[in-house]
T-cell receptor, first 114, second 114 residues
Framework: KNQVEQSPQSLIILEGKNCTLQCNYTVSPFSNLRWYKQDTGRGPVSLTIMTFSENTKSNRRYTATLDADTKQSSLHITASQLSDSASYICVVSAPRSSASKIIFGSGTRLSIRP | DGGITQSPKYLFRKEGQNVTLSCEQNLNHDAMYWYRQDPGQGLRLIYYSQIVNDFQKGDIAEGYSVSREKKESFPLTVTSAQKNPTAFYLC?????????????FGPGTRLLVL
Protein backbone atom coordinates (compact mmCIF):
# COMPACT_ATOMS: atom_id res chain seq x y z
CA LYS A 1 0.00 0.00 0.00
CA ASN A 2 1.35 3.43 -0.93
CA GLN A 3 2.17 5.53 2.07
CA VAL A 4 1.46 8.72 0.10
CA GLU A 5 -1.74 8.80 -1.96
CA GLN A 6 -2.62 11.69 -4.27
CA SER A 7 -5.91 12.57 -5.87
CA PRO A 8 -7.12 13.08 -8.45
CA GLN A 9 -4.69 11.28 -10.76
CA SER A 10 -5.38 13.88 -13.43
CA LEU A 11 -7.32 17.10 -13.69
CA ILE A 12 -8.26 19.45 -16.52
CA ILE A 13 -9.42 23.00 -15.81
CA LEU A 14 -9.85 26.21 -17.76
CA GLU A 15 -7.30 28.98 -17.56
CA GLY A 16 -8.11 31.42 -14.77
CA LYS A 17 -9.96 28.88 -12.64
CA ASN A 18 -8.86 27.65 -9.21
CA CYS A 19 -8.20 24.05 -8.27
CA THR A 20 -7.23 21.95 -5.27
CA LEU A 21 -5.07 18.85 -5.26
CA GLN A 22 -5.15 16.36 -2.39
CA CYS A 23 -2.50 14.29 -0.62
CA ASN A 24 -3.18 11.70 2.08
CA TYR A 25 -0.34 9.98 3.85
CA THR A 26 0.21 7.24 6.40
CA VAL A 27 3.92 7.91 7.00
CA SER A 28 4.48 7.96 10.74
CA PRO A 29 6.24 9.50 12.50
CA PHE A 30 6.21 12.53 10.28
CA SER A 31 8.86 15.21 9.75
CA ASN A 32 7.80 17.38 6.85
CA LEU A 33 5.70 17.48 3.70
CA ARG A 34 6.64 19.07 0.40
CA TRP A 35 4.89 19.82 -2.82
CA TYR A 36 6.93 19.68 -6.01
CA LYS A 37 6.00 20.80 -9.53
CA GLN A 38 7.30 18.68 -12.39
CA ASP A 39 7.02 19.91 -15.95
CA THR A 40 6.85 17.20 -18.61
CA GLY A 41 10.27 15.72 -19.27
CA ARG A 42 11.93 17.78 -16.56
CA GLY A 43 13.02 17.33 -12.96
CA PRO A 44 10.72 18.29 -10.04
CA VAL A 45 11.04 21.74 -8.48
CA SER A 46 10.12 22.40 -4.84
CA LEU A 47 7.07 24.65 -4.28
CA THR A 48 6.48 24.50 -0.53
CA ILE A 49 7.63 22.68 2.59
CA MET A 50 5.67 22.34 5.81
CA THR A 51 6.70 20.89 9.13
CA PHE A 52 4.47 19.29 11.74
CA SER A 53 3.64 22.61 13.40
CA GLU A 54 2.67 24.49 10.23
CA ASN A 55 -0.80 24.27 8.72
CA THR A 56 -0.53 26.61 5.76
CA LYS A 57 2.19 27.91 3.49
CA SER A 58 1.91 30.12 0.41
CA ASN A 59 4.16 30.62 -2.56
CA ARG A 60 2.73 33.12 -5.04
CA ARG A 61 -0.48 31.54 -6.40
CA TYR A 62 0.17 28.24 -4.64
CA THR A 63 -1.18 27.64 -1.12
CA ALA A 64 -0.48 24.39 0.69
CA THR A 65 -2.34 23.25 3.79
CA LEU A 66 -1.49 20.52 6.25
CA ASP A 67 -3.62 18.73 8.82
CA ALA A 68 -1.20 16.51 10.73
CA ASP A 69 -4.03 15.00 12.80
CA THR A 70 -5.86 13.60 9.76
CA LYS A 71 -2.63 13.20 7.77
CA GLN A 72 -3.94 15.24 4.86
CA SER A 73 -2.49 18.02 2.77
CA SER A 74 -3.85 20.04 -0.10
CA LEU A 75 -2.34 22.31 -2.73
CA HIS A 76 -4.60 25.11 -3.91
CA ILE A 77 -3.77 26.91 -7.14
CA THR A 78 -5.40 30.28 -7.65
CA ALA A 79 -6.13 31.92 -11.00
CA SER A 80 -4.50 29.14 -12.98
CA GLN A 81 -2.21 29.92 -15.90
CA LEU A 82 -1.21 27.79 -18.88
CA SER A 83 2.25 27.43 -17.33
CA ASP A 84 0.69 25.63 -14.35
CA SER A 85 0.21 22.57 -16.57
CA ALA A 86 2.46 20.00 -14.93
CA SER A 87 2.49 17.09 -12.49
CA TYR A 88 2.31 18.01 -8.83
CA ILE A 89 4.01 15.62 -6.45
CA CYS A 90 3.47 15.31 -2.70
CA VAL A 91 6.53 14.13 -0.76
CA VAL A 92 6.52 13.11 2.89
CA SER A 93 9.62 12.68 5.05
CA ALA A 94 10.04 10.75 8.28
CA PRO A 95 12.30 12.19 11.00
CA ARG A 96 15.43 10.25 10.27
CA SER A 97 18.57 11.37 8.51
CA SER A 98 18.14 8.87 5.74
CA ALA A 99 17.16 9.37 2.14
CA SER A 100 15.20 6.12 2.29
CA LYS A 101 12.70 7.81 4.58
CA ILE A 102 11.51 10.20 1.89
CA ILE A 103 8.37 8.92 0.18
CA PHE A 104 7.02 10.31 -3.08
CA GLY A 105 3.42 10.25 -4.18
CA SER A 106 2.63 9.32 -7.76
CA GLY A 107 1.50 12.84 -8.57
CA THR A 108 -1.52 14.64 -10.01
CA ARG A 109 -1.26 15.60 -13.66
CA LEU A 110 -2.84 19.03 -14.12
CA SER A 111 -3.75 20.39 -17.55
CA ILE A 112 -4.80 24.01 -18.00
CA ARG A 113 -6.86 24.68 -21.12
CA PRO A 114 -7.17 28.16 -22.70
CA ASP B 1 17.00 22.57 -12.59
CA GLY B 2 19.49 24.52 -10.44
CA GLY B 3 23.12 23.64 -10.89
CA ILE B 4 22.59 19.99 -11.71
CA THR B 5 23.15 18.61 -15.18
CA GLN B 6 22.37 15.18 -16.50
CA SER B 7 23.45 13.63 -19.76
CA PRO B 8 22.46 12.38 -22.14
CA LYS B 9 18.83 13.50 -22.39
CA TYR B 10 17.94 10.23 -24.15
CA LEU B 11 19.85 6.96 -24.00
CA PHE B 12 19.28 3.71 -25.83
CA ARG B 13 20.43 0.38 -24.46
CA LYS B 14 20.86 -2.87 -26.31
CA GLU B 15 20.27 -6.24 -24.71
CA GLY B 16 23.14 -7.26 -22.46
CA GLN B 17 24.73 -3.83 -22.53
CA ASN B 18 25.79 -1.71 -19.58
CA VAL B 19 25.12 2.02 -19.90
CA THR B 20 26.20 4.93 -17.71
CA LEU B 21 24.16 8.02 -16.94
CA SER B 22 26.03 11.16 -15.99
CA CYS B 23 25.11 13.55 -13.16
CA GLU B 24 27.13 16.62 -12.25
CA GLN B 25 26.38 19.39 -9.73
CA ASN B 26 28.08 22.70 -9.00
CA LEU B 27 26.06 23.52 -5.88
CA ASN B 28 28.77 22.26 -3.49
CA HIS B 29 26.26 19.78 -2.07
CA ASP B 30 27.52 16.79 -0.13
CA ALA B 31 24.54 14.54 -0.86
CA MET B 32 23.48 13.17 -4.21
CA TYR B 33 20.70 10.78 -5.20
CA TRP B 34 19.45 8.70 -8.10
CA TYR B 35 15.73 8.07 -8.60
CA ARG B 36 13.77 6.12 -11.12
CA GLN B 37 10.38 7.39 -12.32
CA ASP B 38 7.85 5.11 -14.01
CA PRO B 39 4.41 6.16 -15.28
CA GLY B 40 1.80 6.25 -12.53
CA GLN B 41 4.33 5.66 -9.77
CA GLY B 42 6.16 7.86 -7.34
CA LEU B 43 9.90 8.35 -7.61
CA ARG B 44 11.83 5.40 -6.23
CA LEU B 45 15.29 5.71 -4.74
CA ILE B 46 18.05 3.71 -6.40
CA TYR B 47 21.20 4.88 -4.63
CA TYR B 48 22.32 7.85 -2.58
CA SER B 49 25.59 9.25 -1.34
CA GLN B 50 26.20 11.65 1.51
CA ILE B 51 29.96 11.91 1.14
CA VAL B 52 32.68 11.23 -1.38
CA ASN B 53 33.68 7.57 -1.69
CA ASP B 54 30.59 6.39 0.18
CA PHE B 55 27.12 5.48 -1.03
CA GLN B 56 24.08 3.54 0.15
CA LYS B 57 21.54 1.36 -1.59
CA GLY B 58 18.04 2.68 -1.90
CA ASP B 59 14.83 0.74 -2.37
CA ILE B 60 15.55 -0.61 -5.87
CA ALA B 61 19.34 -0.91 -6.19
CA GLU B 62 19.42 -4.32 -7.90
CA GLY B 63 20.83 -4.10 -11.41
CA TYR B 64 22.40 -0.68 -10.82
CA SER B 65 25.79 0.53 -9.63
CA VAL B 66 27.21 3.94 -8.72
CA SER B 67 30.47 5.62 -7.81
CA ARG B 68 31.26 8.85 -5.98
CA GLU B 69 34.91 9.63 -6.67
CA LYS B 70 34.30 13.38 -6.76
CA LYS B 71 31.92 15.58 -4.82
CA GLU B 72 30.52 17.02 -8.04
CA SER B 73 29.82 13.76 -9.83
CA PHE B 74 27.59 10.74 -9.17
CA PRO B 75 27.34 8.53 -12.28
CA LEU B 76 24.81 5.70 -12.42
CA THR B 77 25.48 2.51 -14.38
CA VAL B 78 22.51 0.45 -15.51
CA THR B 79 23.85 -3.07 -15.84
CA SER B 80 22.62 -5.95 -17.95
CA ALA B 81 21.22 -7.44 -14.74
CA GLN B 82 18.50 -4.77 -14.73
CA LYS B 83 15.83 -6.52 -16.78
CA ASN B 84 13.38 -3.65 -17.05
CA PRO B 85 15.50 -0.52 -17.39
CA THR B 86 13.12 1.59 -19.49
CA ALA B 87 12.30 4.60 -17.29
CA PHE B 88 13.00 8.26 -16.63
CA TYR B 89 16.06 8.64 -14.37
CA LEU B 90 16.42 11.66 -12.13
CA CYS B 91 19.50 12.78 -10.24
CA UNK B 92 19.21 15.12 -7.27
CA UNK B 93 21.41 16.76 -4.68
CA UNK B 94 20.99 18.36 -1.27
CA UNK B 95 23.25 20.14 1.18
CA UNK B 96 24.09 17.32 3.55
CA UNK B 97 21.55 14.54 3.05
CA UNK B 98 19.23 15.20 5.99
CA UNK B 99 15.71 14.38 4.83
CA UNK B 100 14.29 17.76 5.81
CA UNK B 101 16.45 19.42 3.17
CA UNK B 102 15.21 20.48 -0.24
CA UNK B 103 16.45 18.23 -3.00
CA UNK B 104 17.39 19.90 -6.27
CA PHE B 105 16.74 17.79 -9.32
CA GLY B 106 18.44 17.57 -12.68
CA PRO B 107 16.52 17.54 -15.99
CA GLY B 108 16.51 13.74 -16.21
CA THR B 109 17.64 11.06 -18.65
CA ARG B 110 15.14 8.88 -20.47
CA LEU B 111 16.48 5.37 -21.00
CA LEU B 112 14.97 3.19 -23.70
CA VAL B 113 15.73 -0.41 -24.59
CA LEU B 114 16.27 -1.33 -28.24
Amino acid sequence: KNQVEQSPQSLIILEGKNCTLQCNYTVSPFSNLRWYKQDTGRGPVSLTIMTFSENTKSNRRYTATLDADTKQSSLHITASQLSDSASYICVVSAPRSSASKIIFGSGTRLSIRP
Amino acid sequence: DGGITQSPKYLFRKEGQNVTLSCEQNLNHDAMYWYRQDPGQGLRLIYYSQIVNDFQKGDIAEGYSVSREKKESFPLTVTSAQKNPTAFYLCASSISGANQETQYFGPGTRLLVL
